[in-house]
Every structure is written in structure tokens, then in C-alpha cells.
T-cell receptor
């Protein structure tokens, strides 16, 4: 069974450029989460979806960040324009049930470097 | 926003030693999970604890949930180099939908 698939694995871009990160959750999972990980701030929840609907985007840092989930098998996280402080590893995770007692399955992450 | 503090932040030990990692908060949790993350990969679930006072064992790893469901510990017996990684606790407190918050992490290195 394929796990959560993220692309690209690595992205290096210049300040001001648009960045799009992609995620394919595990088939059948109805929750999808976007996290950002840095040394300073650890793993932060940015936004999550239930059945393709955004439920909580309070972790999205600012208007430069947006996320969509047009269908159950695909989500994007877009940063426009990107800034050096956006450099981080971005993880997508999916879950079959509410993670009260359920498990989050993470992708391998997209490492973003903004110069 | 609940804050999950883990201690210690870093731990470097030799193979065969025992260690304990802590996860603390002022909030009450409905459940708590522990994940391990290796370099270049996403976190992987180790265990979920739900009941106050609950103890779960996974081979050489022992997880305990505090009686008041505000804290948890992870004890590793006879650590091995394969235990090296970032250990993260994650919790959801009552009444906050499905939002899972991660702790600050403990980075463990086990050397030969």
C-alpha cells in the first residue's frame, strides 16, 4: 500500500517566487493535515481538511499561504510570494478517523529553501 | 493553544543505558500519542494512550500516561543505536475537534 506521497522532496527557490507543494493522502483517509517543521518552532499544524473541506486554518501564518483540496486524493499548499523565513520542511499527513485515538500517517516531507 | 513541553531537548547516551523522556502540559488531554522521527522522514506513531495512569509497553519502550492526563513519559531500557531519532509527543485536549498538537521534541542519540 502506498503511503502519503508528497512532491517535490526538495525545492530551492528565490524570494518572491511562488511555491506549490503537493500531497496525495492514503486512499480512504478522510482527514488531511499540513504541518511545518523548523528547528526553532518544531512541528506546527498549518491547516487540516475533513472530507476535502478546510476545518481549521488558524495555523496558516499569513495570507501568503493558501491550501486547497479539490478532491479526496489531492491537496496543495501554496506560498505566494515566498520569503526566506518560509524555509522549513513541510509535511502532509492523513488519517482515517479523528486522531483522538487514530494514527497520523506522514509523508516524507518537502524541504523548502527560500534564498 | 496548549503547549506541550518535552524534556530533555537533547540526549546523547551510550548503547545499553536507560533513559526517560517527559512530556508535560498544564492542559488535560483526551489522548496522547508518541511518535519517532528519523532524519529525512516523517514521524511514525509508536503508541497511543487514552486512560489516565495507563502504561503501555512496546518491546524495550515503556509509555505512561499521567493519572491527571496532563503528562506522559517514555522510558527506554538498554538503548540501542537504532533508537536514535527525534521523539515527539502529540496530544489533543477535550473539545478541540481533531486538532493534534505536537510537543517540542527530544532528540536522542545512542552511540556504540
Amino acid at each position: 500500500d502506498a503511503g502519503v506521497i508528497q512532491s517535490p522532496r526538495h525545492e530551492v527557490t528565490e524570494m518572491g517566487q511562488e511555491v506549490t507543494l503537493r500531497c496525495k493522502p492514503i486512499s480512504g483517509h478522510d482527514y488531511l493535515f499540513w504541518y511545518r517543521q523548523t528547528m526553532m518552532r518544531g512541528l506546527e499544524l498549518l491547516i487540516y481538511f475533513n472530507n476535502n473541506v478546510p476545518i481549521d486554518d488558524s495555523g496558516m501564518p499569513e495570507d501568503r499561504f493558501s491550501a486547497k483540496m479539490p478532491n479526496a486524493s489531492f491537496s496543495t499548499l501554496k506560498i505566494q510570494p515566498s520569503e526566506p523565513r518560509d524555509s522549513a520542511v513541510y509535511f502532509c499527513a492523513s488519517s482515517l478517523a479523528r486522531p483522538l485515538a487514530g494514527e497520523l500517517f506522514f509523508g516524507e516531507g518537502s524541504r523548502l529553501t527560500v534564498l | 493553544t496548549q503547549l506541550l513541553e518535552q524534556s530533555p531537548q537533547f540526549l546523547s547516551i551510550q548503547e545499553g543505558e536507560n533513559l526517560t523522556v517527559y512530556c508535560n502540559s498544564s492542559s488535560v488531554f483526551s489522548s496522547l500519542q508518541w511518535y519517532r522521527q528519523e532524519p529525512g522522514e516523517g514521524p511514525v506513531l509508536l503508541v497511543t494512550v487514552v486512560t489516565g495512569g495507563e502504561v503501555k509497553k512496546l518491546k524495550r519502550l515503556t509509555f505512561q500516561f499521567g493519572d491527571a492526563r496532563k503528562d506522559s513519559s517514555l522510558h527506554i531500557t538498554a538503548a540501542q543505536p537504532g533508537d536514535t531519532g527525534l521523539y515527539l509527543c502529540a496530544a489533543k485536549n477535550t473539545g478541540t475537534a481533531s486538532k493534534l498538537t505536537f510537543g517540542t521534541g527530544t532528540r536522542l542519540q545512542v552511540t556504540l
